[in-house]
């Protein structure tokens, strides 16, 4: 069985900074790209960043570029998003996700329907 589990969120200030960790079991191999990605109240998900297999290679959404770092120790089954200046509107559901078709993130890595397993998520609210 497959399991995705996010933990880490909190309540901060706008300014602050948090680390939300994922931990992945139940999937044969390591050959997998895994990303981030978010979802406010009424909206959409939003691809947050995406790391290969190794994770040697990283993309992130413009919105959060130089701001948020996606890393994958030894390319593992760990994941984790350092976010930093964080802003009242990335208020969201935080949830990590595996691309098990795909151990790059190509140009679509931000669609949703690329990944297969997800997470349950951590919820990350920034106050102003």
């Known amino acids: 069985q497959v399991q995705l589990s996010e933990s880490g969120g909190d309540s901060v200030q706008a300014g602050g900074s948090l680390r939300l960790s994922c931990i992945v079991s139940?999937?044969?191999?390591?050959?997998?790209?895994m990303g981030w990605f978010r979802q406010a109240p009424g909206q959409g998900r939003e691809g947050v960043a995406c790391?290969?297999?190794?994770?040697?290679?990283?993309t992130y959404a413009d919105s959060v570029r130089e701001r948020f770092t996606i890393t994958r120790p030894d390319g593992g089954y760990r994941l984790y998003l350092q976010m930093t200046n964080l802003k009242p509107e990335e208020t969201a559901m935080y949830y990590c996700?595996?691309?098990?078709?795909?151990?790059?993130?190509?140009?679509?890595?931000?669609?949703?329907?690329?990944?297969?397993?997800w997470g349950q998520g951590t919820q990350v609210t920034v106050s102003s």
């Open positions: 996700a595996a691309d098990t078709g795909s151990g790059f993130c190509s140009g679509s890595w931000s669609q949703v329907r690329k990944y297969k397993f």
């Open positions: 139940g999937l044969p191999s390591d050959y997998y790209a």
């Open positions: 790391i290969s297999w190794s994770g040697r290679s990283a």
